[in-house]
C-alpha cells in the first residue's frame, strides 16, 4: 500500500502527529472508522507526494491566552498566610476560569518518542504503551522539578504494573526515594567487596547470550552461604547483590549502543550442582527472601531470563520457600534443568552461543567465577561483633534523616545561625500523605519534646520531634520566614532560605488539612475527603539540610549542585531552574 512506501519522514510525521488519534479511536467500538481514517491519511499523502513536499514542520501549540504564569506569593512573616500549592514551584496546573484551555506542557525530551527513537532504545510499544510512558514521565517532571529517570528506566515499572499508571507510579516513587536515601547511586564508586567475597562468592559477569543480554553465572551449589552470612553479615551480602544490579544496568546500556537495539534486561545462568541441607539453613534462607523483596521492588524487569541447571532433589523445598515471594511475570522467565538435561538441542545452546558455555557445565570457555568453597570458621564474626554489624548497616550511611508527621504533632528541626548571610538549604521527599512546610525563625532556643501520637496505641511518635512550645505566640516568639508550603505525597521538594540575622531558624513539616472555613461557608467536599484520608495514618517524608556561607553558595538549589544531595544516575538529564520558588530572601 502507498502508506507502506511513503518516504520514512512521512511516515514518521503523521505516526508521531496522529498517535493520540489512534489511541482515541482504538479504545472505541466503531472499527470501522479506523478503515475510514487510515484512507483519509492514504488520500492526503498522495496529495503531498504529488506536490513533491517530503517534510513538513513540527505543529506547535498556540501561547495561553494573554496571560504570564501565576507568580509565587511574596515573602513575610504574616501569621494569616496561605498555605501556597505545588503549582508555585513550578508544577503545571489547570487554570479555572479561563475561557481557553491550557496549552500542553512541553518538556525538551518531549520529541524524543519519535519511532526512530522508540525502535532504537525502547523496543516495540503500542500507541496506548507509549502513551502511558508520556503520562508518567510527565509527571515525573512536575512533581521532582525535571530530575527524571530515562525513559527505559521508566518502562520498567510500568512493564512490571501491566502499564497501570497509578500502580507504577506508586512503585517508582517509593523506588526513586530508596535510591535517594540510601544513596544507591554512588554504590558502584563507593562499594569495595571485601577479600573474603572475592574468593567466596561463587558469581561474576561473563560475556553475553544470544539475545546481547549480559550473562551473569552464579554457581550457589558451590557458594557456602552459612559462612559468608556468618563472617560478613546480611547487609554485606545485600549491599554486593545491589552493586551487581546496579553494574547490570550499565552493561545493558553498553550492549544497546554496541548491538544498536534496545538492551533493558540481562540472562542469569544458576548452576546448582552441590547445594544440599546447608543451604536451608534459616538465617540464610532469611537473608535470601530480603534480597528478593528488595530487588523485586526497586530492579523490576531488568531480568531477562533465568536458567536453572543441574537441579539437585533438595532443589523443590527451595523453590517452596522462595517462589511465592517472586513476581509472577519474573516465574515465568526461569527456566529449570535437572541432572544433564541442559546439554543438547533445547538446552543452554538455545540461548547461550557454545562458544561462551563456561567449561564447568562442558564448554570450552574459561570461566572466572571463583568457585566458592567452606568460609573457615575463625573468620566468623562474634555474637558481639555481629549485634554490632547490625547497628553499622548499609541503612545508616545515608545523608538523610526520615520522620513521621501526625495529626497534631509536626516534625521539626532547628538551625541555629551564628552569623547573617548564611543559606539554609532543604531537599526532602514526601513518601506518604501530604504535608505543609514551614520556616520560622526565633531569638529564644526552642527546647526538644517528643509527642506520642493521637493515632491507636499501635503507632509511636518516634522520629516526631517538636520545638515550638504551645505557649509561643506567632509574630511575638517566633516569626514566618517562608509561606507556607503544601507538599503532596510523592513529590520531591528542593530550596533555600538566605538568612539576614543571626537566631534559631525552625523547619517545621505538618500534616496538611483542609484550610479553615468562615462561619458562613461550608467546608468542600475535598477538603473533607482528604481529612479523612489521612486521619487513619501519619506522614512521612525523609529529608536532608545544610548550612552554606553566601560564598559558597551556587545558584538555584532545584539542582541542589551545592551540597552533597545527589538525584540519580538513572536520570537522563538534570535541569536546573533559576526560579525556584522555594528558593527565597528573608523579609521582614
Known amino acids: 500500500m502507498l502508506w507502506c512506501q511513503a518516504p520514512q519522514t512521512l511516515r514518521t510525521l503523521f505516526s508521531c502527529r496522529k498517535r493520540k488519534f489512534w489511541v482515541k ?29 517530503t517534510f513538513i514542520p513540527r505543529w506547535t501549540p498556540p501561547a495561553v491566552c494573554g496571560q504570564a504564569a501565576e507568580q509565587a506569593p511574596a515573602v513575610g512573616h504574616n501569621a494569616d498566610a496561605v498555605p501556597v500549592e505545588a503549582g508555585a514551584r513550578g508544577t503545571t496546573k489547570e487554570q479555572t476560569g479561563s475561557s481557553c484551555p491550557p496549552a500542553e506542557a512541553v518538556s525538551p525530551d518531549a ?31 512536575e512533581t521532582h522539578k525535571g530530575k527524571i529517570p530515562k525513559d527505559e528506566h521508566i518502562l520498567r515499572f510500568l512493564r512490571a504494573r501491566d502499564f497501570n499508571i497509578d500502580k507504577a507510579r506508586e512503585m517508582l516513587c517509593q523506588s526513586l526515594s530508596w535510591r535517594k536515601q540510601y544513596q544507591v547511586d554512588y554504590i558502584l564508586q563507593s562499594w569495595r567487596p571485601p577479600a573474603l567475597l572475592d574468593e567466596y562468592y561463587t558469581g561474576g559477569w561473563h560475556y553475553q547470550d544470544k539475545d546481547g543480554r549480559p550473562l551473569y553465572i552464579l554457581r550457589l551449589g558451590q557458594m557456602d552461604t552459612k559462612g559468608l552470612v556468618k563472617a560478613l553479615g546480611e547487609e554485606s551480602l545485600l ?121 564447568f557445565l562442558g564448554g570450552d570457555c574459561m570461566c572466572t567465577v571463583p568457585e566458592g568453597g567452606l568460609v573457615p570458621k575463625s573468620l566468623y564474626q562474634t555474637d558481639e561483633e555481629t549485634e554490632n554489624a547490625d547497628h553499622i548497616r548499609l541503612w545508616t550511611e545515608t545523608i538523610y534523616h526520615s520522620a513521621s508527621v501526625l495529626r497534631g504533632a509536626p516534625h521539626e528541626i532547628v538551625v541555629e545561625i551564628l552569623e547573617g548571610e548564611s543559606v539554609i538549604t532543604w531537599d526532602f521527599d514526601i513518601l506518604k500523605g501530604d504535608v505543609v512546610f514551614s520556616l520560622f525563625h526565633s531569638k529564644r532556643a526552642p527546647e526538644t519534646s517528643h509527642k506520642e501520637a493521637t493515632l491507636p496505641s499501635t503507632s509511636t511518635a518516634g522520629d516526631n520531634v517538636q520545638l515550638i512550645d504551645k505557649t509561643w505566640v506567632l509574630g511575638v516568639d517566633y516569626s514566618r520566614m517562608e509561606s507556607p508550603l503544601v507538599c503532596r505525597e510523592g513529590e520531591s521538594i528542593q530550596g533555600s532560605h538566605v538568612t539576614r540575622w543571626p537566631g534559631f531558624y525552625i523547619l517545621q513539616w505538618k500534616m496538611h488539612g483542609p484550610l479553615p472555613c468562615s462561619g458562613t461557608s461550608l467546608p468542600r467536599v475535598d477538603d473533607v475527603l482528604a481529612s479523612l484520608q489521612v486521619s487513619s495514618h501519619k506522614c512521612k517524608l525523609i529529608y536532608y539540610y545544610e548550612v552554606l556561607a553566601s560564598k559558597d553558595f551556587r545558584g538555584s538549589m532545584s539542582s541542589l549542585e551545592s551540597c552533597n544531595s545527589g538525584f540519580s544516575q538513572l536520570s537522563g538529564a538534570t535541569t536546573s531552574s533559576n526560579q525556584s520558588q522555594s528558593s527565597s530572601h528573608l523579609s521582614r
Open 25 to 53: 479511536v482504538s479504545t472505541l467500538p466503531l472499527q470501522p472508522l479506523v478503515g475510514e481514517g487510515k484512507e483519509v491519511i492514504e488520500h492526503y499523502l498522495k496529495e503531498l507526494i504529488s506536490q513533491g513536499i
Open 111 to 141: 520529541d524524543k518518542l519519535d519511532a526512530d527513537y522508540i525502535e532504537r532504545y525502547l523496543g516495540q510499544l503500542t500507541p496506548m504503551q507509549e502513551s502511558c510512558l508520556i503520562r508518567l514521565r510527565q509527571w515525573l517532571q
Open 239 to 359: 549491599r554486593h547483590v545491589l552493586s551487581i544490579n546496579e553494574e547490570g544496568q550499565k552493561r545493558c546500556e553498553e550492549n544497546t549502543n554496541l548491538f544498536g537495539r534496545p538492551i533493558t534486561s540481562w540472562t542469569c545462568l544458576v548452576d546448582l550442582e552441590g547445594l544440599n541441607m546447608r543451604h536451608l539453613w534459616r538465617p540464610g534462607v532469611k537473608a535470601l527472601l530480603r534480597i528478593i523483596e528488595v530487588v523485586e521492588d526497586n530492579y523490576p524487569e531488568t531480568l531477562g531470563r533465568l536458567l536453572i541447571v543441574r537441579a539437585p532433589r533438595v532443589f523443590p523445598v527451595l523453590w517452596t520457600l522462595v517462589s511465592p515471594f517472586i513476581n509472577e511475570n519474573t516465574r515465568q522467565k526461569f527456566l529449570i534443568y535437572s541432572g544433564n538435561n541442559y546439554q543438547g538441542p533445547g538446552g543452554l545452546v538455545d540461548y547461550v552461543d557454545k562458544e561462551v558455555i563456561p567449561d
